[in-house]
């Protein structure tokens, strides 16, 4: 793709070839806007539906649609900039690279259940106490007794707990829901039992003790209430130690290697169950992973492909049983003969890979500072007009991008991710660096250093479902030794734990003057 001449200390271009590149150069930009002509011709009978993040606007009858984003935008795009003597409207600029999303996902009701158990059985939790309190009120009022103030105490208590288990109760379990998980959560199934066999005992005694009687101590139905408010609170207190201490202390270190490029981080972990260990891994792996990138896998397919290419096999003795076999191993065996020699011409590949990624950078750095001086002109020139007369930060954005959009989709494309920078998307963080006036070495990091995973677009990094492989049982703990896969579509991440060795510090005592030392000095005559 690149048609530019290209010089250096040991060969220079001559003007005949430089006259053929830009011929060629031209040609191509033909061939690609007749294609695209095509292209947007045959995709009328398509129906696409997309979100912009751009304003919406109403398409001519007679055009064709521009939804789709132009894969050679740095190419086709110029506007009135300091270094540019093109010109292109802004409703033009704005057709651009509109981001189409993904497959709407399907409302998962599932996902939603244990959310809507918890609120089920919180709403239990907070109606029993007041029932206890209200049936004895309703069905024999005239038989119970006054409640004195010491009852009446126990009602502002009453109430204060209840307040205070609704708050903790929705601090703790009420969260949304941050992944589906393949197998319950133990602790938390176990939680809820524990509540509902307290809650069903409770209610036995208050049918066979209270309700039947009819109790006319109300007093002690008040205690009896309070009671129960209490036993839910140490409920609680054991659902804070079980989901949010116990864990707390690392036990396992775990080793995460992505499958695809070998990247590789530790965790230290708590004792976690493999599902839970999993979903932590996963929490962690779009945060400290650097975003996957195929395109830099295909490299060595690319240069092994060539190799047997390259390679022709001849049958002189014509077709038999076992010709295929025997010409695959024919070609492994010239491989195995190239291999000595192979090692040049990766060599050699990969420093005319950095030599040319180093003239992208140069070229796209100055271009980006060059645009970036313009953008401080226009800055000094908006505050000599009236105030609403003013450029927006994303006006100004799209006026000086056409200035950087060709050395950027250059140096994408050289570095291979052109996939995972969409136009939409540059403006967008072009326009929030003016906004908080950054510099240029600010909004080239995200191109020149791989970021995590989340710092780019949903389309670059969200997986719908991953695959937790294990021999063990997803709920069994963690320990030494456990290994288990996360599987996506693309690649895996390879788990292994490995416990924390136990740690023995002994002490060893220095006595306060065993370091102090005494300086005799003795007097010499001077003669």
Not at 258 to 283: F, K, M, P
Not at 316 to 324: I, L, T
Not at 369 to 383: C, D, G, I, M, S
Request: glycine share 4%; proline share 4%; charged share 20%.
């Amino acid at each position: 793709m690149d048609t530019d001449s290209i010089h250096s200390g040991y060969s220079h271009h001559s003007n005949r070839s430089r006259g053929s590149n830009k011929q060629s150069e031209r040609s191509s930009r033909d061939r690609h806007k007749s294609h695209s002509r095509d292209s947007s011709s045959r995709s009328d009978k398509n129906v696409t539906i997309s979100a912009s993040s751009a304003q919406p606007q109403q398409p001519d009858q007679g055009s064709a649609p521009t939804d789709a984003q132009d894969d050679n935008w740095g190419e086709t795009t110029t506007a009135v900039t300091g270094t540019s003597d093109h010109s292109l409207s802004q409703e033009d600029l704005a057709g651009f690279g509109k981001e189409t999303d993904g497959p709407v996902e399907k409302l998962n009701c599932v996902r939603f259940l244990p959310l809507a158990l918890t609120l089920l059985l919180g709403l239990l939790v907070l109606v029993t106490p007041l029932s206890f309190l209200v049936l004895p009120q309703v069905l024999w009022p005239e038989r119970l007794q006054a409640c004195g103030t010491a009852c009446e105490g126990l009602f502002l208590s009453l109430a204060f707990k209840l307040l205070i288990l609704l708050l903790a109760g929705w601090a703790l379990f009420v969260r949304p829901t941050r992944a589906s998980l393949p197998r319950i959560a133990v602790f938390r199934a176990l939680l809820g039992l524990l509540t509902l066999l307290l809650l069903l005992s409770y209610w036995l005694f208050f049918g066979v003790r209270i309700l039947d009687s009819q109790e006319e101590n109300y007093h002690g139905i008040v205690q009896f209430a309070v009671s129960l408010v209490d036993a839910l609170l140490f409920i609680h207190y054991l659902a804070v130690v079980l989901l949010e201490i116990r864990h707390l202390q690392p036990c396992f270190s775990l080793c995460v290697v992505r499958s695809t490029d070998g990247e590789t981080h530790h965790y230290n972990l708590g004792q976690l169950s493999i599902q839970r260990a999993a979903l932590v891994i996963l929490e962690h792996y779009y945060k400290d992973f650097s975003v996957h990138n195929p395109a830099l896998l295909t490299a060595a397919k690319s240069r092994a492909a060539k190799h047997l290419a390259g390679l022709k096999v001849y049958n002189v003795d014509g077709a038999g049983s076992d010709a295929a076999t025997a010409q695959s191993r024919a070609k492994i065996a010239a491989a195995a003969r190239q291999r000595d020699t192979s090692h040049n011409e990766l060599y050699y590949e990969e420093a005319e890979h950095d030599r040319r990624v180093r003239k992208r950078k140069a070229r796209l750095v100055v271009a980006v500072e060059e645009a970036f001086t313009h953008v401080r002109r226009l800055q000094e020139e908006e505050k000599k007009k009236p105030p609403g007369d003013e450029m927006d930060p994303r006006e100004a954005a799209q006026a000086i991008f056409p200035s950087m959009a060709r050395a950027l989709q250059k140096y994408l494309r050289t570095t291979r991710q052109q996939h995972c920078h969409s136009m939409d998307s540059i403006q967008a963080h072009l326009a929030f660096c003016i906004t908080n006036n950054m510099t240029p070495k600010a909004f080239l990091e995200s191109y020149l250093m791989a970021g995590p995973t989340l710092q780019y677009g949903r389309e670059c990094w969200q997986t719908r479902q991953w695959t937790l492989v294990s021999e063990a049982s997803v709920t069994s703990p963690l320990h030494h030794g456990s290994e288990f896969q996360l599987k996506s579509s693309d690649f895996s991440l390879v788990v292994t734990s490995k416990a924390i060795p136990h740690l023995k510090l002994s002490e060893e005592y220095v006595h306060p003057k065993s370091h102090k030392f005494v300086l005799q000095l003795q007097s010499e005559t001077s003669v």
